[in-house]
């Protein structure tokens, strides 16, 4: 009886499951994308090569289906199991209106994926999708008083309190447009092998860290930000180069979508912090400075901002000289050490569960590399050796 109760105690600690969703999902995603690959390559579905693009191959482009799916499935087990436990979990979390507006945006990508859809409809229909959102609970709906107790070295001012409390309206607009830049950053820094995939892991593992956090306090955050890590890992071992597929329009939009709104959901309900606080600005700087950066250049040249281009910060970086993985390696750990500080920046439990989260990452990447793909490599080489043989 005492061994059952601990058991169950242990089982539905918050901390444990979070733990258990991640690994679900991440095995989810590791066993599904290399069938999706293969569905892909039948229904010709391919990403083949352009001017204005790195691979040099045709590659499957489905892979926010095995995101979508892993999500789906893992969310659905823990409402399952754990629903009757839901009192037991401190916090409130506005999952409906990240899976309403996530499976609208998912959906819009798979539809790009499969036949390219005009930039200006896609950014209706995700304007749309965060607007679903909005109206579910996904709200930004207090703005951090700059002024307040402002130090600007020669002399100090405050004007008003802390915190300025915005009306519906601008709730609405300003939620919109952070959904919305999110959302196409991840899409544009997705135009490298394993890119999106591994800096989108990383702001996922730095909002389950934080989430967790006594002052923030939202559990059911921190497990569907420990999902989507879990799923965007096992994807990895295939999306990293060389690529054999790639995340496409629906994984790029739905990974952007769910990162933002688990943003506006946990961070700024709790923290009461908006958009413009280091810790988000930190946690998305990769993405958010090579959309910034897109705007002004394109701007500048007379260009449309929507009009695709070949001057990304990764292409950068690999003008250089760099091959892919180096530079994969290189922006991995600039998003890692601005996650540290973006989780330091809320306590120093957050950054040390930062680390243990991100070493353990590393530590199946690790495991991907050198155990499963040792062997893998060995098995092939056996058949291969034995078939001269008996030649």
């Given at each position: 009886?005492?061994f059952?109760?601990?058991l169950?105690?242990?089982?539905?600690?918050?901390q444990?499951?979070?733990?258990?969703?991640?690994?679900?999902?991440?095995v989810?995603?590791?066993?599904?994308?290399?069938?999706?690959?293969?569905?892909?390559i039948?229904?010709?579905?391919?990403?083949?090569?352009?001017?204005?693009?790195?691979?040099?191959?045709?590659?499957?482009?489905?892979?926010?289906v095995?995101?979508f799916?892993?999500?789906?499935?893992?969310?659905?087990?823990?409402?399952a199991?754990?629903?009757?436990?839901?009192?037991t979990?401190p916090?409130?979390?506005?999952?409906l209106?990240?899976?309403?507006?996530g499976?609208?945006i998912?959906?819009?990508?798979l539809?790009?994926?499969?036949?390219?859809?005009?930039?200006?409809?896609?950014?209706?229909?995700?304007?749309?999708?965060a607007s679903?959102?909005?109206?579910?609970?996904?709200?930004?709906?207090?703005?951090?008083?700059?002024?307040?107790?402002a130090?600007?070295?020669?002399?100090?001012?405050?004007?008003?309190?802390?915190?300025?409390?915005?009306?519906?309206?601008?709730?609405?607009?300003?939620t919109?447009?952070?959904?919305?830049?999110?959302?196409?950053?991840?899409?544009?820094i997705?135009?490298?092998?394993?890119?999106a995939?591994?800096?989108?892991?990383?702001s996922?593992?730095a909002i389950?860290?934080?989430?967790?956090?006594?002052?923030?306090?939202q559990?059911?955050?921190a497990?569907?930000?420990a999902?989507?890590?879990?799923?965007l890992?096992?994807?990895?071992?295939?999306?990293f180069?060389?690529?054999?597929?790639?995340?496409?329009?629906?994984?790029?939009?739905?990974?952007?979508?769910?990162?933002s709104?688990?943003?506006?959901?946990c961070?700024?309900?709790?923290?009461?912090?908006?958009?413009?606080?280091?810790?988000?600005?930190?946690?998305?700087?990769?993405?958010?400075g090579?959309?910034?950066?897109?705007?002004?250049?394109r701007?500048?040249?007379?260009?449309?901002?929507?009009?695709?281009d070949?001057?990304?910060?990764?292409?950068?970086v690999?003008?250089?000289?760099?091959?892919q993985?180096i530079?994969?390696?290189l922006?991995?750990m600039?998003?890692?050490?601005?996650g540290?500080?973006?989780?330091?920046?809320?306590?120093?439990?957050?950054?040390?569960r930062?680390?243990?989260?991100?070493g353990?990452?590393?530590t199946?990447?690790?495991?991907?590399?050198?155990?499963?793909?040792?062997?893998?490599?060995?098995y092939?080489?056996?058949?291969?050796?034995?078939?001269e043989?008996?030649?």
């Amino acid at each position: 009886m005492t061994f059952n109760y601990q058991l169950s105690k242990y089982l539905y600690n918050i901390q444990v499951i979070q733990l258990i969703a991640f690994i679900i999902a991440l095995v989810i995603s590791y066993l599904l994308t290399p069938l999706v690959q293969s569905r892909a390559i039948k229904l010709g579905l391919l990403d083949k090569p352009h001017k204005r693009k790195i691979h040099d191959k045709p590659t499957p482009r489905l892979g926010g289906v095995c995101i979508f799916v892993s999500l789906f499935l893992t969310t659905i087990f823990f409402l399952a199991t754990y629903w009757k436990y839901r009192t037991t979990m401190p916090g409130t979390f506005t999952l409906l209106g990240i899976f309403s507006g996530g499976t609208i945006i998912f959906f819009l990508g798979l539809l790009d994926d499969i036949d390219p859809l005009p930039a200006l409809v896609k950014l209706f229909m995700q304007f749309f999708a965060a607007s679903v959102a909005w109206f579910l609970g996904i709200r930004i709906v207090n703005l951090a008083n700059p002024l307040y107790h402002a130090n600007f070295h020669y002399f100090k001012l405050s004007v008003g309190g802390s915190m300025i409390h915005i009306d519906p309206l601008l709730s609405f607009i300003i939620t919109l447009l952070w959904i919305v830049i999110i959302t196409n950053a991840v899409n544009l820094i997705d135009g490298m092998d394993g890119l999106a995939t591994g800096v989108s892991l990383i702001s996922a593992i730095a909002i389950w860290s934080v989430s967790v956090d006594y002052r923030i306090n939202q559990p059911g955050g921190a497990l569907l930000a420990a999902t989507l890590a879990g799923a965007l890992l096992g994807f990895l071992r295939w999306n990293f180069n060389p690529a054999r597929i790639f995340l496409g329009d629906s994984g790029a939009y739905l990974v952007g979508f769910v990162l933002s709104t688990l943003a506006v959901s946990c961070v700024t309900k709790k923290i009461t912090i908006a958009v413009i606080s280091p810790v988000l600005i930190l946690i998305f700087a990769f993405p958010i400075g090579d959309i910034l950066f897109a705007v002004v250049r394109r701007l500048l040249s007379g260009k449309s901002i929507l009009q695709p281009d070949k001057e990304h910060l990764h292409h950068r970086v690999l003008a250089f000289g760099f091959s892919q993985k180096i530079a994969s390696y290189l922006l991995y750990m600039l998003s890692a050490c601005l996650g540290l500080v973006a989780s330091y920046l809320i306590s120093a439990k957050s950054s040390i569960r930062f680390l243990i989260l991100f070493g353990f990452t590393i530590t199946i990447a690790l495991f991907y590399t050198y155990i499963i793909n040792w062997r893998r490599q060995k098995y092939l080489r056996d058949i291969f050796i034995k078939g001269e043989n008996d030649s």
